[in-house]
């Protein structure tokens, strides 16, 4: 079994080290056909980036959503669920934690952010039940149920915005206390002055092992496994899949509701319609690019992140939206190469 | 008053025609696709890209013509490309959608920046025109004058005949019923599976069309949903063209109330009809209200 693993493990490292290749090389050319030069560019990304400690921290700043949303997309892709409604869920959530952290304000900080967390979490995993309950009990996939979600959601949100809770002539919450704000890291480190990279950073962290855990060292995610390998097999060796469905529904929602920490605890202090900016499907894209793997995470949304804050960069030069493009292309390069590296070692008998 | 007098008025009327335009074609499009038995949920991205190509070329050429083949033509590319991803390399086709989608999310706003220099918008420029002859027609010219309109409602009757009547169409459903069947029958499964995301393609491209005439310009972000809409109306449908036509019907009957409501003033929050279209398509999966069975082997690889 073990040179299984191996080879498996080897064969992933070959498709990601290919796609990431043939996509410098197609920006590469498409940045000759703009006339523009890819050396210069791709300098300047790196200089900014990590030239300073602010470029570093942004980069880690922009990676922590994105680390959260991954492994909550990821919990559903090991029962083989395709969660689509991560970017419903996650502001399900977010808004949740906004609401409760303004309202409760008067609680002693640590006891204010572990409620919110646990509201946000609930809230955005009763909407991860909905879909699954659909599927078990009607046998309706769940991609159709969680794009049809995501609207609703999102309407439902903006529907109690206006009616409700929102600033006046904004489209955001009232800001939470003051000293209700995680710390940010270049408080500790200096290195880090000026920007918005906090605590949550380490929540993602803190994440991504219990992530690791869950899946890989309990019985729950060794079942949870089992019916994303075959479902059928598992309910006949006695698993109760549709519990197993729920349940990675409900946790890997609830985990996308955590990007809220980041965004009102850390940095702006309220909930904002839109602040999530697509982040769902983004996050789809770096949980596949990692295959799942929560170490692979960290490093995809590392990568997006750096492409992210790279085009904040080299605007100057080339719009800012080419890095979108970027992400693009490298999820396409994947899917594909990934495919045919799998294909030529099936023909070869080598996997 | 006013406002119920506002909705039984012809304006009204003409408006849920001219909306479901957009609708028709992308959800007639995804039908052909998951006729054959291919998911395409990248009608969004689609849309979007076709919308884009047809105001960029519009703007660029000053020729709608040219403009509109140029806009068929990339999203034919592009849907080949798709069946490349999904027929031949048998990726998963939920995840190849998304890909796409976030592929084309990004090459329109880099392109509409690169080329416009805008963030938000292309500048304006004339789209396609009503036909005037047909505003002579007592009744129907009054409510359908517009030419992508016009080939949308003929597109109903052709689709039900393309799919129930021809030897295609019978193909076509059998590689998405029960591929292994045809296939031992002769039937080029995934050649007909290429066809379906072809049509999907061009069809698409039509909605994307007639929203950035329709706008004369293009917008970013100005699909907004109408990709999926399409998708929950072919659902609701239940994958058959004279029943999807009638979905249409209904989702753009709720976004012409909605534009009647938020123009009349009165305090019934839009948002909630807004999200009408997407309750309603759960419930009809679910169960509660009719039923609805996709094609047998949708979604899986052959």
């Known amino acids: 079994m073990a040179w299984l693993m191996k080879s498996k493990l080897m064969l992933n490292f070959i498709s990601v080290a290919l796609s990431l290749f043939t996509t410098i090389l197609i920006v590469v050319l498409l940045l000759l056909i703009i006339g523009k030069n890819p050396v210069e560019i791709f300098s300047l990304v790196l200089s900014e980036i990590f030239g300073s400690g602010y470029g570093i921290g942004q980069v880690l700043f922009k990676a922590t959503p994105l680390i959260i949303c991954g492994c909550g997309i990821a919990v559903c892709f090991h029962a083989s669920l395709f969660n689509i409604g991560a970017e419903g869920q996650l502001n399900a959530g977010s808004f949740a934690i906004a609401l409760s952290a303004y309202y409760f304000g008067f609680l002693p900080f640590p006891i204010l952010i572990i409620c919110c967390t646990l509201a946000g979490f609930i809230v955005s995993g009763i909407f991860g039940l909905i879909p699954a309950l659909i599927k078990i009990k009607k046998d309706v996939s769940e991609v159709i149920t969680t794009i049809m979600l995501n609207f609703i959601i999102l309407a439902l949100i903006n529907y109690f915005l206006v009616e409700f809770f929102a600033v006046k002539a904004t489209m955001r919450t009232e800001k939470i206390n003051d000293d209700d704000f995680l710390f940010k890291l270049s408080d500790y480190i200096p290195f880090f002055q000026g920007s918005s990279v906090n605590a949550s950073f380490f929540i993602a962290l803190a994440i991504s092992v219990i992530f690791y855990l869950l899946i890989y060292k309990t019985t729950f995610g060794y079942k949870l496994r089992a019916v994303g390998f075959n479902q059928t097999a598992s309910k006949y060796i006695g698993i109760n899949t549709g519990k197993i469905l729920l349940l990675s529904f409900f946790i890997g929602a609830g985990i996308t509701s955590l990007v809220g920490l980041n965004y009102i605890f850390g940095y702006k202090g309220y909930y904002e319609l839109g602040f999530s900016n697509n982040l769902g499907f983004t996050a789809i894209a770096v949980s596949l690019l990692a295959k799942n793997n929560p170490i692979g995470i960290i490093l995809s949304s590392l990568l997006f992140a750096i492409l992210d804050y790279g085009g904040l960069s080299v605007n100057q030069l080339v719009p800012k939206e080419i890095m979108l493009l970027i992400q693009g292309i490298i999820i396409l390069s994947l899917l594909s190469i990934d495919k045919a590296v799998k294909i030529y070692f099936e023909r070869k008998g080598m996997a | ?302």
């Open chain 2, 1 to 302: 008053m006013d406002l119920i007098s506002s909705i039984l008025s012809i304006t009204f009327l003409t408006q849920v025609f001219r909306m479901m335009t957009p609708y028709y074609f992308g959800a007639n499009g995804a039908n052909f696709s998951e006729r054959g038995g291919v998911i395409n949920i990248s009608i969004e991205g689609f849309m979007n890209l076709s919308a884009f190509s047809f105001a960029m070329f519009g703007i660029i050429s000053g020729n709608i013509f040219f403009s509109l083949l140029i806009a068929i033509t990339i999203n034919l590319i592009f849907s080949i490309l798709f069946s490349w991803f999904t027929v031949k390399l048998k990726i998963n086709q939920i995840i190849a959608g998304v890909g796409f989608n976030l592929f084309i999310a990004g090459l329109t706003k880099f392109l509409l920046m690169l080329i416009f220099g805008s963030s938000s918008n292309t500048h304006r420029f004339e789209g396609i025109s009503d036909i005037d002859i047909f505003k002579k027609i007592p009744i129907i010219g009054g409510i359908v004058s517009d030419p992508l309109t016009l080939f949308c409602i003929l597109l109903v009757f052709v689709s039900n005949f393309i799919l129930y009547k021809t030897r295609f169409g019978l193909r076509l459903r059998s590689a998405g019923e029960n591929p292994e069947a045809a296939d031992t029958l002769g039937v080029r499964v995934r050649q007909y599976k290429f066809y379906g995301i072809m049509l999907s393609g061009i069809l698409s491209a039509l909605g994307g069309i007639w929203l950035a005439s329709n706008q004369n310009s293009y917008s970013e972000g100005m699909i907004a949903g109408r990709g999926y809409i399409a998708l929950a109306a072919m659902i609701i449908g239940k994958w058959k063209p004279v029943n999807i036509f009638f979905a249409c019907l209904m989702f753009s009957a709720f976004e012409a109330l909605e534009i009647t409501l938020q123009i009349s003033g009165t305090n019934i929050p839009t948002q909630l009809i807004q999200m009408l279209p997407y309750l309603i398509t759960i419930l009809v999966l679910i169960g509660f209200i009719g039923k609805t069975r996709p094609p047998a082997a949708d979604g899986e690889a052959y």
